[in-house]
């Protein structure tokens, strides 16, 4: 069965650079979540999107921006990288229902690394 | 997340021995997910509570959710080493859109 895709697996920036992940839901998904984990840490919810729309946002930086776009895949983009960005960044999608049902399945994650 | 705290943080069994993670919330449980976590890998969704005094399981994995004292617990019967992994709970917030808070994970060793 397909899953969620994220792409690229793995990212080395310099500092103040600009990264770009992406992420394909798995499909017929409508709602995309973007969670950082950092090393020994638990996810933190970042943003998502239902329907091409932001439904949520977390702790997510000014410096950090996603959209969704038409065919439901969603972009993360990050600016002015600093050192503290390192992270694994996780694409999760689940079919938007108004209410708590459904399962909520992950991408292998995005390993950025900013040197 | 202090929302949700996991117990134990660590644990290290033989291979064969049973054992139970604790998840406990300080808010109202809509629904609980357990994930389990390779390290630097991707989060594997193994199952999903809703209901109070919900109970599933998956091969040898079985979680139970206790609504009333916000708290589930996951307990794996006869632990392999394959079961080795970081284990996360995470909660369902009240919103409509199904965003999970995630607990602080509990490392799982199994010695063969």
């Known amino acids: 069965a397909a899953g969620v895709i994220q792409s690229p697996r793995h990212l080395i920036k310099e500092k103040r650079e600009t990264a770009t992940l992406k992420c394909y839901p798995i499909?017929?998904?409508?709602?995309v979540y973007w969670y950082q984990q950092g090393p020994g840490q638990d996810p933190q919810f970042l943003i998502s999107?239902?329907?091409?729309?932001?439904?949520d946002k977390g702790s997510i930086p000014d410096r950090f921006s996603a959209q969704q776009f038409s065919d439901y895949h969603s972009e993360l983009n990050m600016s002015s990288l600093e050192l503290g960005d390192s992270a694994l960044y996780f694409c999760?999608?689940?079919?938007?229902?108004?209410?708590?049902?459904?399962?909520?399945?992950f991408g292998e994650g995005s390993r950025l690394t900013v040197l | 997340s202090q929302e949700l705290e996991q117990s134990p943080q660590s644990l290290i069994v033989q291979e064969g021995k049973n054992l139970t993670i604790n998840c406990t919330s300080s808010?109202?449980?809509?629904?609980l997910y357990w994930y389990k976590q390779k390290y630097g890998e991707g989060l594997i969704f193994l199952m999903m509570?809703?209901?109070?005094?919900e109970e599933k399981s998956h091969e040898k994995i079985t979680a139970k959710l206790d609504e009333k004292k916000q708290q589930s617990s996951l307990h794996i019967t006869a632990s392999q080493p394959s079961h080795a992994g970081i284990y996360l709970c995470?909660?369902?917030?009240?919103?409509?859109?199904?965003?999970?808070?995630f607990g602080t994970g509990t490392k799982l060793q199994v010695i063969p």
């Open positions: 999760a999608s689940s079919l938007g229902t108004s209410g708590p049902t459904g399962e909520l399945f």
């Open positions: 499909p017929r998904h409508d709602t």
């Open positions: 999107f239902y329907e091409k729309m932001q439904s």
């Open positions: 808010k109202t449980l809509y629904g």
């Open positions: 509570l809703q209901k109070g005094g």
């Open positions: 995470g909660f369902l917030n009240s919103g409509g859109y199904q965003k999970v808070t």
